[in-house]
């Protein structure tokens, strides 16, 4: 007997532990499927107080998507319509900017041109008292603007003060279907240099490109700035048409990569460029990426352009929209994307993260190096690395709490509501009597306005007096200190050249709309005169144009 139950135990182990020596991924996957299906119900039928499941799920949902990488997202029905900006640029609503405190009413902060809002005759600085006879004082701003949206070609009436005879209006505005360009601004910089400004690659962006590089050859471009810093990227098939205009039809733009890198996508240019031997300058910086970094990657690895500026992002994931039940939709990432020397961008490895969770970048030791059509040496895993590095712009402290602050916006909606208009765009500059206004006016508002030697001597400060060393180091931290705590006027009035530009911006835009405080903004554009400056040498052009 004893024999018996020896090799029955045997056996029993070997039933249980056999699957475990060998069992597939799949098997794993069932098993914990099994445990989360056991801990909901235990929640259900055990948990002390009543159990919203709905919630827990999605945040569950949230969080392991969200441990795969920062793009694989769950949209539900309900966000339906932040999908379709994301996609498309566009939505229904009156096409404004908008901002409230809590407590009064809805500031208009900047209408779109050509938009509702526009032409129903909202300003900046009107005040909205209430959207379709509901007081907007007790709402946050967020449920303000879901009131504003709608369906193109309803109507939402508006309780309105104006901001500068102070009257109160009832004011009907129908809604249409708002697109926000991707070209910000498209000019000419001199006689012979054009320049565009691209912030995204949502629908149509492409065609918009196209025709404004048509347009601006017709007004004299022999030579072209393409401005992608701070362009975060958009779809994959805009950045291909938008390549298509600078290179030869059947050109390879880029290529994806899935999980079976046997199977390749090949992207190639399917519409006749506009010119491909027009030279060519492409700015980026640290926050270029996705299909902005395709673009930029392709002019370099093909050699038709110079690219210039601060290396990009790096990210090379491509994501593709797939329906889910309940019409909700997974944004998921699909592939890798690859420039056409061969190279993936990406700059950050989601697949092998850290003990705490971190994600690291790809070294540079393990960052290989392909060839562009010319033989020059191009790196991957970490974004576009410009041929020609630019100084980045840099601000003083002052200048950021200003802006985060919303100071040079409160100002902005103050001088409008004083002034029923501004010399153009070119001419239009802030004034010293108006800047003494300003100081005046930011004077008495509540913010930072340490410099950065005052905010650093603060820090001394607390470490010091954290690591209780006050009495070895004496009065002399504190009399440094307060060598350099200066009162708000002194530090505004200092950083004037740098705060103006600012300011100039703001106002320009309020009475002439965005592409012309763009126009303005690159009068002090530091890092584009110096891109500029050296494209004028000619040394790298010769070796890529």
Not at 19 to 27: K, L
Not at 69 to 90: A, K
Not at 144 to 167: A, H, L, Q, W, Y
Not at 320 to 326: A, K
Request: charge should be negative.
């Amino acid at each position: 007997m004893r024999r018996f139950n020896s090799f029955a135990l045997a056996a029993v182990i070997m039933t249980f532990s056999i699957p475990t020596w060998g069992q597939s991924q799949n098997f794993k996957n069932g098993e914990v499927l099994e445990i989360e299906h056991a801990v909901i119900k235990e929640l259900i039928n055990n948990y002390v107080d009543t159990v919203k499941l709905d919630e827990i799920l999605t945040y569950g949902i949230e969080a392991m998507l969200n441990r795969l990488d920062p793009y694989t997202v769950y949209i539900p029905e309900e966000d339906q319509e932040g999908l379709e900006m994301m996609i498309s640029g566009t939505y229904g609503g009156i096409g404004a900017i908008i901002f409230k405190r809590p407590g009064e009413g809805v500031i208009i902060n900047e209408p779109y041109q050509g938009s509702p809002a526009v032409k129903a005759g909202l300003q900046p600085g009107d005040m909205i008292l209430s959207i379709d006879g509901q007081d907007v004082f007790d709402l946050e701003s967020a449920e303000c603007s879901e009131r504003m949206k709608g369906k193109p070609g309803t109507s939402v009436n508006f309780k309105i003060k104006k901001v500068r005879s102070g009257d109160t209006v009832n004011v009907d505005v129908v809604r249409e279907r708002i697109h926000l360009p991707d070209i910000e601004y498209a000019g000419m910089l001199n006689d012979s240099t054009g320049y565009i400004r691209l912030t995204g690659f949502t629908t149509g962006a492409a065609q918009d490109m196209r025709d404004e590089v048509v347009r601006l050859k017709k007004e004299g471009m022999r030579r072209m700035v393409l401005d992608l810093r701070g362009n975060g990227g958009g779809a994959m098939n805009e950045a291909v048409d938008i390549a298509s205009i600078f290179l030869p039809r059947n050109t390879l733009v880029v290529s994806a990569k899935g999980r079976n890198n046997a199977k390749v996508a090949e992207y190639r240019t399917m519409i006749e460029p506009v010119d491909t031997a027009m030279p060519l300058l492409v700015l980026i910086d640290g926050a270029s990426a996705s299909s902005a970094e395709i673009v930029a990657g392709a002019i370099q690895d093909l050699d038709r352009g110079t690219i210039m500026g601060t290396r990009s992002y790096g990210k090379g994931l491509v994501q593709t929209i797939r329906p889910l039940p309940y019409n909700g939709q997974l944004k998921v990432t699909t592939a890798r994307y690859y420039t056409p020397s061969g190279r993936c961008v990406q700059a950050l490895d989601y697949s092998n993260r850290k003990q705490d969770g971190s994600v690291g970048y790809v070294p540079d030791s393990l960052r290989k190096e392909f060839r562009t059509a010319k033989g020059r040496i191009v790196k991957d895993g970490g974004g576009i690395t410009p041929d020609v590095e630019l100084a980045t712009q840099e601000y003083s402290r002052i200048v950021y709490s200003l802006v985060l602050n919303g100071i040079i916006e409160e100002y902005t909606l103050d001088y409008v509501s004083k002034h029923d208009s501004i010399a153009s765009p070119d001419d239009f500059r802030l004034s010293d009597e108006d800047f003494e206004g300003f100081i005046k006016f930011a004077s008495g508002k509540d913010f930072d306005y340490r410099s950065q030697a005052k905010a650093l001597m603060d820090e001394v400060k607390k470490a010091i007096e954290d690591e209780g060393l006050a009495k070895l180091v004496g009065t002399q931290v504190d009399s440094l200190s307060k060598a350099v705590d200066l009162d708000k006027e002194t530090i505004i009035r200092s950083n004037k050249d740098e705060i103006v530009p600012f300011i100039e911006e703001e106002i320009v835009v309020r009475y002439y709309f965005q592409p012309s405080g763009v126009k303005v903004r690159l009068r002090t554009d530091t890092q584009l005169h110096e891109a500029l400056e050296k494209w004028d040498d000619g040394a790298l052009l010769s070796e890529n144009a």
